[in-house]
């Protein structure tokens, strides 16, 4: 696998013996939760694995890589100035914009002097007597701190393909997450890209164009809608700059962190015109949350489901030429129960004569060789091979670090049937642990921004209600989480959601227990939720002095 090359950095400065909070993960979360600290005038520092701010925009380099969330609503709200002076650039912007965004507000706010690049955190150890963390890196740093906060991101600890000869290609690999900053430039090569969920979707349209000859191996077709990305006019800029406060409001009241209109109609009560005349729009219009709520019931009915399911097989049918290229990119899971794609010329790219799609349900991966890739029927041969394939999404950031709560309980071993948080905030047994983002909270099924800056400043409010009081710990209860464990499950059992083998569910990870991870009642309700649970004293948790 070829190493990422890091930024140079400024030499960096001793890691102090203790802090207030010790902080893990420098991307939007680390960066806005060491913005918020400095204002509570506590000692902070942020340790981050990479060489720069910027998290996933950071690490996902490959090409083609683009948010799906519009840029002017995947952005941060906390500061009315920067929402003033930054000037996007594009409707999705492409990972270089937004890297250079998360560098603009870690420039402005000043943020690079607390945080230490290039260091994992490697464990963290609960002490019940000083009731503080001891937290360790793989440099052999140690601080304690009274506060540890996980902000390590729920698609940050990658995935290979669990198949034999991943080392004995002796070409060059690459992961989508791990890609060189210096890029890669694939003209001249034969290419096989092995997974089709967001980043191969992203990145097959732009490696086609370069290669020789691109072979895609497909275990499980991806719904995709064609993004219609653009350059933003100065209108819609200047609209949005006066009506920002109005957008945030309704962006924090909403499902996804997306303001849409609340669907009223059944797919299943329309006639058949009308219900294709709304997928149609909402195809037409490039958003996913267009489809996503296009009726009421596309989460929770199949029935309703499966009339978006055939709009979409229609669709890819009539674009993809090789009737049999078209059905094997035909996904038959329902539609949003796995991470939808917002694409490019995707499903275009099939058409193309250099593009192969190599259906892994027919004939199964076996190995990688030292020329290539061996599925149950034949070996392919290529001058490089990339992996496409993922995450150990929501917890495997977290799991990596040895962390360990009460009596030395090992957090990994205490989710090791699945993960379990009261609010996705926090877990019982590990006291003054804070995840940002974590499972059991809305994470992915948002606009993950409006989910990181709510998070962020409801670990910040707890801190203060404890400083206020005059209290040193807080940890939720067994019976509150319990009880919201099973709330979550509650949830994602009345829609449609556990019907896919999804990463939403673990099922991308061999070994790991299926449990549906997310939060599914929505950004709005979740918020509302939290901000009672502080308004009653943070109902649910145990606080001490
Ligand atoms: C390819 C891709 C596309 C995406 N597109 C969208 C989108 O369109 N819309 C959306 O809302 N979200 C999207 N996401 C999700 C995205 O991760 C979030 O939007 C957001 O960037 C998460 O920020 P974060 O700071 O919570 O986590 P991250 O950005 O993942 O940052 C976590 C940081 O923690 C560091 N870290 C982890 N473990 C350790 C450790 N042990 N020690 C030290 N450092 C550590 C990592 O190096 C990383 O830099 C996408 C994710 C990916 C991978």
Known sequence: MSAPSHDPQPASPTVPSSVDVAVVGAGFS??????????????????????????????????????????????????????????????????PEILSYARHVAD???????????????AASYDEQARTWLVRTGHGDEVTARFLVMATGCLSSSKLPEIPGLDRFEGP???????????????????????????????????AEQATALTVFQRTPAYSLPARNRTLRPDE????????????????????????PIPEKSALEVSEEERD??????????????????????????????????????????I???????????????????????????????????????????????????RGVRTSDDEYAFDAIVYATGFDAMTGALTNVDIRGRGGASLKEAWS????????????????LFMITGPGSPSVLSNMVVSIEQHVDWVIDAIEHLDR???????PTEEAQDAWVDHVNLIAGATLYPKANSWYMGANVPGKPQVFMPYAGGVGEYRKTCDEVAAQGYKGFALST
Not at 177 to 201: C, K, N, Q, Y
Not at 417 to 432: D, E, F
Not at 469 to 475: P, V
């Open 237 to 260: 800029i200047a609209d949005m700059r006066a009506n920002y406060r109005a957008f945030r409001q309704a962006q924090r009241e909403s499902g996804f962190g997306v303001p849409t």
């Open 277 to 318: 005349a709304t997928f149609e729009q909402a195809w037409e219009s490039g958003s996913l949350v267009n489809l996503l709520t296009a009726f009421h019931d596309l989460s929770i009915d199949q029935a309703a489901n499966d009339t978006a399911k055939r709009f979409i097989h229609r669709k890819i049918h009539q």
């Open 30 to 95: 680390g960066m806005y939760l060491l913005h918020r600290l400095r204002e509570l005038n506590l000692s902070a520092i942020v340790f981050e694995a990479g060489g720069d701010v910027g998290g996933t925009w950071y690490w996902n380099r490959y090409p083609g890589a683009r948010v799906d969330v519009e840029s002017l609503a995947y952005s941060y709200s906390f500061s009315e100035e920067l929402e003033q002076e930054y000037e996007w650039q594009e409707r999705y912007p492409t990972q």
């Open 320 to 370: 993809v030429r090789d009737p049999r290229t078209a059905a094997d990119l035909c996904p038959e899971y329902p539609v949003g129960t796995k991470r939808p794609c917002l694409d490019t010329d995707y499903y275009e790219t099939f058409n193309r004569p250099n593009v192969r799609l190599v259906n892994l349900r027919r004939t199964p991966l076996v190995e990688i060789t030292d």
């Open 417 to 432: 049937a699945g993960p379990r948080t009261y609010l996705g905030i926090g877990s019982a047994g590990y006291p003054n």
């Open 173 to 207: 690999t690459y992961h989508t997450a791990h890609w060189p900053h210096e890029g890669v430039d694939f003209t001249g090569m034969r290419v096989g890209l092995i997974g089709t969920g967001s980043s191969g979707v992203q990145s097959i349209p732009v490696i």
């Open 108 to 122: 402005r706010f000043d943020l690079r002097r607390d945080i230490f690049f290039e260091t994992r955190v490697t």
């Open 469 to 475: 009081q005059g209290l040193r710990t807080i940890e």
